[in-house]
């Protein structure tokens, strides 16, 4: 039958998860939203692949308006009374306005939550006016931190709550599976599961347990390997737990301003890292998480690589989840699933971004991203192969859009040497330089700061008038391979 | 006083000693003098006139917030303005 298989093809078989190189949509409209807007998605390298979405109206009912079916029907702009395009400095009745607008609004998960779009265009507003009740808003910060192969964002939901995981679909509030999994736990002092993540190479799940929701800094952090992957389509959770090939667990103190803002991030080669919103910096550390054998190296210092690492960059007021816990500090992925981003805003709400990237393949190799933008916020997603990009959003009057994106390489692992980062310019001379330098930096583990330069793009408006576009996350990349016109390769 | 650490752009990047010499090293940042209890976002290097410049200097946090969300909405409004003026409305 192999032969067989391979004859007919199947010996190369790819995962049908795999997307192609990562789209973005892109919103722009006229500063009072009356009399024009149009959004459009592009592909990783800037080349539109939707049909054009636009409308126009005269009017200044400032209603919202569309010819191919507008999924939403709210107002636009002044919603709740609170201007979308503000600074993101004020937390109020509205305040989910400010975390819809910020780099809160995306994650690794492909969905978004305020604008997202099928790859075809079609853009939609997901507000109904009681965001505040939802899933993501509420307990977001429980879902899993996944660790994939290339091409893959997370295609199940799986979220972590005390001794229980339980399984959504998407933007669903509806469970699907559930599973108490404290008869695997060898050691439950503390019970409030806060922090989880996946690696699906290692079949290795590991989570932070914490003695409350809120500041406890007790800690017991357990180490699951098994035989069945989690994210095996026909799998339950149970399966997961019932073919378990080893479990460990260390105990320990850690410093945290809010249990729910800890990113669990497991390398392939079984170091992990936690990192997480610390007041207006970050903290990350690094743990050896392979397998010791029963009741050894069950303190967090037995495990711990280095120190705890305080955030490099600069810093002003920025909130995180003990200021509202949908405010939990976010995680990405490239799309070849080599680089990870723990990220949270670098000032007030949500504008700007403060970071550590890390090899997946070793989260050990780290440095720290700063881009100290203090007004209109925009998401960072997965731009290209091994990078992510962030959108400008200031005002594009007689001015081409432009992002703050940057790359890493795919094979770069080693933690005790720099890290090569690619960014780009605002001027063609700047990105292709008449000489022999490099157009980027290479950065200190653990200390180097990687300040995010902006850079242009080539897109324009069109018309002359204030707009202020914005990065919005696209539900599905499309297929991976010829059908991609961005993949590029052979 | 305080050492602060600028990009090659003039906005604020570190105000760790080794962070910041590396990138100096590095051709990356600019090192300079910035006033104590200042957040950063307000903070600038001028490239022209090799200073920090502070932006809103003399206000408090809050009303340095206060007054760039008042200026951005004033801002705003203006263009609106134009633009309607522009189309003759």
Redesign the interface.
């Given at each position: 039958m192999s032969n067989l298989s391979k004859l007919f093809g199947g010996g190369s078989t790819i995962d049908p998860r795999k997307e192609g190189l990562p789209l973005f949509g892109m919103w722009g409209g006229?500063?009072?939203m009356n009399?024009q807007m149009q959004f459009r998605v592009f592909d990783s390298n800037f080349r539109v692949t939707s049909s054009p979405w636009a409308a126009v109206s005269s009017t200044?009912t400032n209603y919202r308006f569309g010819i191919l079916a507008d999924g939403s029907h709210a107002y636009n702009m002044k919603d709740h009374g609170t201007?979308f395009?503000?600074?993101l400095?004020?937390e109020s009745y509205s305040s989910w306005t400010n975390w819809i607008k910020s780099l809160y609004q995306v994650d690794q998960y492909p969905h978004c939550f305020y604008y997202t779009a099928s790859r075809d265009g079609f853009v939609t507003w997901q507000s109904y006016h009681q965001m505040t009740s939802s899933f993501e808003y509420q307990v977001g910060w429980t879902k899993l931190n996944m660790v994939l192969p290339e091409g893959i964002r997370p295609r199940r939901t799986f979220t972590n709550r005390r001794f229980t995981m339980r399984e959504f679909m998407g933007n669903s509030d509806c469970n699907t599976d559930f599973y108490d999994y404290s008869s695997h736990l060898l050691n439950t002092d503390q019970a409030y599961a806060t922090g989880t993540g996946y690696n699906e190479k290692q079949k290795m799940l590991v989570m932070v347990h914490s003695g409350d929701e809120s500041a406890n800094t007790s800690k017991t952090i357990h180490i699951f390997r098994s035989s069945v992957c989690l994210n095996e389509g026909t799998k339950r959770i149970k399966d997961f737990f019932d073919n378990l090939i080893s479990t460990e667990y260390f105990t320990d103190t850690w410093t945290n301003q809010c249990v729910k803002d800890w990113v669990v991030v497991v390398g392939n080669n079984g170091y992990v890292g936690f990192g997480l919103k610390q007041s207006n910096s970050k903290r990350y550390g690094v743990f050896d998480c392979n397998v010791k054998g029963t009741g050894v190296a069950i303190t967090g210092a037995s495990r711990q690589w280095t120190t705890w690492h305080d955030f490099?960059?600069?810093?002003?007021?920025s909130y995180g989840a003990n200021s509202g816990h949908q405010y939990y500090t976010k995680f990405q992925t490239t799309w070849d699933g080599t680089w990870g981003m723990i990220y949270s805003p670098?000032?007030?709400y949500g504008v700007g971004i403060n970071a550590y990237c890390m090899s997946l393949e070793n989260p050990r190799k780290f440095i720290?991203i700063?881009q100290?933008k203090?007004?209109r916020a925009n998401p960072y997603i997965a731009w290209g192969r091994t990078g992510f990009h962030g959108g400008w959003s200031d005002?594009c009057?007689s001015e081409v859009w432009q992002t703050y994106a940057f790359a890493f390489d795919p094979k770069d692992s080693d933690h005790t040497i720099q890290t090569r980062v690619y960014k780009g310019s605002t001027s063609g001379d700047g990105a292709m330089p008449d000489n022999n330098s490099l157009v980027g930096?290479?950065?200190?583990n653990r200390?180097?700061?990687c300040?995010l330069?902006a850079m242009r793009t080539g897109l324009h408006g069109g018309t002359e008038?204030?707009n202020y576009p914005m990065l919005m996350g696209i539900n599905w990349w499309g297929n991976y391979g010829a059908a991609d016109q961005s993949y590029g390769g052979k | 006083m305080a050492t602060y650490y600028f990009?090659n752009?003039g906005?604020?990047?570190?105000?760790?000693t080794?962070?910041?010499e590396?990138?100096v090293a590095?051709g990356?940042?600019i090192k300079a003098i910035a006033p104590d209890g200042i957040?950063?976002?307000r903070l600038s290097y001028n490239l022209s006139t090799k200073v920090v410049d502070v932006a809103y200097e003399g206000l408090s946090?809050a009303d340095a917030?206060a007054k760039?969300?008042s200026d951005?909405?004033d801002l705003?409004a203006s263009?609106?303005a134009a633009?309607k003026a522009a189309?003759g409305?």
């Amino acid at each position: 039958m192999s032969n067989l298989s391979k004859l007919f093809g199947g010996g190369s078989t790819i995962d049908p998860r795999k997307e192609g190189l990562p789209l973005f949509g892109m919103w722009g409209g006229s500063s009072d939203m009356n009399t024009q807007m149009q959004f459009r998605v592009f592909d990783s390298n800037f080349r539109v692949t939707s049909s054009p979405w636009a409308a126009v109206s005269s009017t200044t009912t400032n209603y919202r308006f569309g010819i191919l079916a507008d999924g939403s029907h709210a107002y636009n702009m002044k919603d709740h009374g609170t201007d979308f395009h503000s600074n993101l400095t004020t937390e109020s009745y509205s305040s989910w306005t400010n975390w819809i607008k910020s780099l809160y609004q995306v994650d690794q998960y492909p969905h978004c939550f305020y604008y997202t779009a099928s790859r075809d265009g079609f853009v939609t507003w997901q507000s109904y006016h009681q965001m505040t009740s939802s899933f993501e808003y509420q307990v977001g910060w429980t879902k899993l931190n996944m660790v994939l192969p290339e091409g893959i964002r997370p295609r199940r939901t799986f979220t972590n709550r005390r001794f229980t995981m339980r399984e959504f679909m998407g933007n669903s509030d509806c469970n699907t599976d559930f599973y108490d999994y404290s008869s695997h736990l060898l050691n439950t002092d503390q019970a409030y599961a806060t922090g989880t993540g996946y690696n699906e190479k290692q079949k290795m799940l590991v989570m932070v347990h914490s003695g409350d929701e809120s500041a406890n800094t007790s800690k017991t952090i357990h180490i699951f390997r098994s035989s069945v992957c989690l994210n095996e389509g026909t799998k339950r959770i149970k399966d997961f737990f019932d073919n378990l090939i080893s479990t460990e667990y260390f105990t320990d103190t850690w410093t945290n301003q809010c249990v729910k803002d800890w990113v669990v991030v497991v390398g392939n080669n079984g170091y992990v890292g936690f990192g997480l919103k610390q007041s207006n910096s970050k903290r990350y550390g690094v743990f050896d998480c392979n397998v010791k054998g029963t009741g050894v190296a069950i303190t967090g210092a037995s495990r711990q690589w280095t120190t705890w690492h305080d955030f490099a960059g600069s810093t002003t007021t920025s909130y995180g989840a003990n200021s509202g816990h949908q405010y939990y500090t976010k995680f990405q992925t490239t799309w070849d699933g080599t680089w990870g981003m723990i990220y949270s805003p670098y000032y007030y709400y949500g504008v700007g971004i403060n970071a550590y990237c890390m090899s997946l393949e070793n989260p050990r190799k780290f440095i720290n991203i700063n881009q100290t933008k203090s007004g209109r916020a925009n998401p960072y997603i997965a731009w290209g192969r091994t990078g992510f990009h962030g959108g400008w959003s200031d005002n594009c009057d007689s001015e081409v859009w432009q992002t703050y994106a940057f790359a890493f390489d795919p094979k770069d692992s080693d933690h005790t040497i720099q890290t090569r980062v690619y960014k780009g310019s605002t001027s063609g001379d700047g990105a292709m330089p008449d000489n022999n330098s490099l157009v980027g930096g290479d950065f200190d583990n653990r200390t180097g700061v990687c300040s995010l330069d902006a850079m242009r793009t080539g897109l324009h408006g069109g018309t002359e008038t204030t707009n202020y576009p914005m990065l919005m996350g696209i539900n599905w990349w499309g297929n991976y391979g010829a059908a991609d016109q961005s993949y590029g390769g052979k | 006083m305080a050492t602060y650490y600028f990009n090659n752009k003039g906005e604020p990047c570190t105000p760790f000693t080794v962070s910041g010499e590396a990138l100096v090293a590095a051709g990356q940042a600019i090192k300079a003098i910035a006033p104590d209890g200042i957040e950063a976002w307000r903070l600038s290097y001028n490239l022209s006139t090799k200073v920090v410049d502070v932006a809103y200097e003399g206000l408090s946090e809050a009303d340095a917030v206060a007054k760039k969300v008042s200026d951005a909405n004033d801002l705003a409004a203006s263009q609106l303005a134009a633009e309607k003026a522009a189309r003759g409305e």
